[in-house]
């Protein structure tokens, strides 16, 4: 181990620690930052990474322009250097496609590279204790997927940012027929090679990426039958309105962090549609069009199952058998299929099983969920110095941003500038 002591290590190279990376070296301070990501080079959802899919979220929410419109990090530097800035303009468009994002992101990745290592997971974090018995930094304990060779570095502060954790229902065996949306794009070109096949899917889900999933697997295997289960009765428009909106306003997290539990609990429950359950507007008279056009053929490739839950999924004989019940009528059925495509969200599990080797130093707000303060540090005793940041996983006592895109260049600020420095004692890893 070398004894060099990073002020920032990261955990994971998404968008949120791309932003702690650019905030770092536009704090004016000298960071000294390192991260850690287990792909083998940066890919942004590449398992949802489907042609001409949008953005849900302006251009100007990139990495930085809200915080630093001069930023070198901006969206609209990536395209002048791309050479597309007045072709992107006369497109007359906030929303570029996610392909063009995850570029522009990669763009932004590439120009850390001296400060990131592809293809290594972080496994472990231990407390470095000193004479008085506090506890004064880090030891993170990384491994190397391709050699499995372990190291550890030294950090004064971790930045958790692994994303979500794909969700799965009860009683769902994930399987090569049975598997979470966020594999679709990996799995259905290699497992379903034969575009025109008559085959029989099924997506469980009503948000944006069970549309997205429609939309591919529609236009991918046009003669496939698509079942579509949804718990509600519709599916519903996301709520971009602009008064709802304001509520990815950067001064937001702070308002949030000052309400009582309740409140905030009750705010996240009536606005759901500003953040995770709604799908872009523009999409949904698309997928009531197909509906439309398939029952003027016949009728019987696509259906929607109203007010129906998914209640198991696994494969058996080369098949996937679903067992679904219906919520008005309590009605049961099983429906065999090729494949059944989970669009059942993400979950940001506490506590983090990263974090195990910390445990009795993090303090817990309730069984399951850290306290955090509100420059997003997990609370730990006065003999804890080092800082454990999370990203992502405050959405209870932070607001709706924590989980998307809006507000990264802010929280990323408040982060380093929350982070505790000092002077690197020799040359780096
Ligand atoms: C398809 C899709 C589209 C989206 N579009 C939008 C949008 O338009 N607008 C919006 O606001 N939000 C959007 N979101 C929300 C999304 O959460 C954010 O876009 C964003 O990806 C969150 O960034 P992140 O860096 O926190 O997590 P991620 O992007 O998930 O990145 C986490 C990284 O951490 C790495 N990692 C995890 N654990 C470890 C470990 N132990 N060791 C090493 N590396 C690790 C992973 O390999 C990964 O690269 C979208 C989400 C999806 C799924």
């Not at 409140?263 to 549609?273: C, I, K, S």
């Not at 130093?361 to 069984?367: Q, W």
């Not at 509100?374 to 003999?383: G, K, L, Q």
Request: contains cysteine; proline residues 6%.
């Amino acid at each position: 181990m070398s004894d060099f002591v990073y002020d920032i290590v990261g955990v994971g190279f998404g968008p949120s620690n791309l932003a702690i990376a650019i905030a770092a070296e536009e704090s004016g301070r000298p960071v000294e930052s390192f991260f850690f990501d287990r792909k083998p080079e940066f890919a942004w959802h590449e398992g949802l990474m489907f042609a001409g899919a949008e953005m849900q979220v302006s251009f100007l929410k990139d990495l930085i322009t809200m915080r630093n419109p001069r930023s070198d990090y901006s969206f609209l530097n990536y395209l002048a250097q791309a050479g597309r800035l007045p072709t992107f303009v006369n497109l007359r468009t906030f929303y570029p496609t996610r392909v063009e994002f995850n570029d522009y992101y990669r763009w932004v990745a590439a120009q850390f590279a001296d400060r990131t290592q592809w293809g290594t997971d972080v496994v472990a974090v231990r407390p470095v204790k000193d004479a008085t018995g506090g506890v004064e930094l880090l030891e993170i304990v990384v491994r190397e997927l391709a050699t499995g060779a372990e190291r550890t570095v030294l950090g004064r502060n971790l930045v958790v940012a692994p994303g979500g954790t794909p969700h799965l229902p009860a009683r769902v065996e994930r399987s090569d027929r049975v598997f979470h949306a966020s594999e679709t794009a990996l799995r259905m070109p290699r497992d379903f090679a034969d575009g025109e096949a008559p085959h029989r899917f099924v997506i469980a889900g009503a948000g944006q990426t069970a549309a997205d999933v429609f939309m591919y697997l529609r236009r991918a295997y046009p003669n496939a039958r698509i079942d579509q289960v949804i718990r509600g009765f519709a599916i519903r428009p996301e709520d971009d309105t602009h008064f709802v909106n304001e509520l990815f306003a950067p001064h937001m997290p702070d308002w949030f962090y000052r309400q009582r539990d309740d409140f905030r609990a009750g705010v996240l429950d009536t606005y759901g549609l500003a953040a995770h359950t709604g799908v872009s507007y523009d999409m949904i008279p698309a997928i009531y069009r197909e509906h439309y056009e398939d029952s003027v053929v016949g009728g019987d490739a696509l259906r929607l199952h109203r007010f129906t839950e998914l209640t198991s999924a696994r494969e058996e004989n080369d098949r996937a058998v679903v067992g679904l019940r219906r919520l008005d009528s309590g009605k049961t059925a099983s429906l065999e299929c090729d494949a059944v495509i989970l669009a059942t969200g993400y979950r940001y599990p506490m506590p983090i099983p990263l974090l195990d080797g910390l445990r009795d130093h993090l303090i817990l707000a309730e069984p399951g969920r850290y306290a955090l303060r509100r420059s997003y540090d997990i609370e730990t005793a006065e003999s804890f110095q080092p800082k454990i940041f999370l990203q992502g996983y405050a959405e209870a006592t932070h607001g709706f941003s924590e989980v998307l895109l809006s507000l990264m260049p802010f929280r990323a600020a408040e982060i380093v500038e929350a982070a505790e420095t000092g002077v690197p004692v020799t040359a780096g890893v």
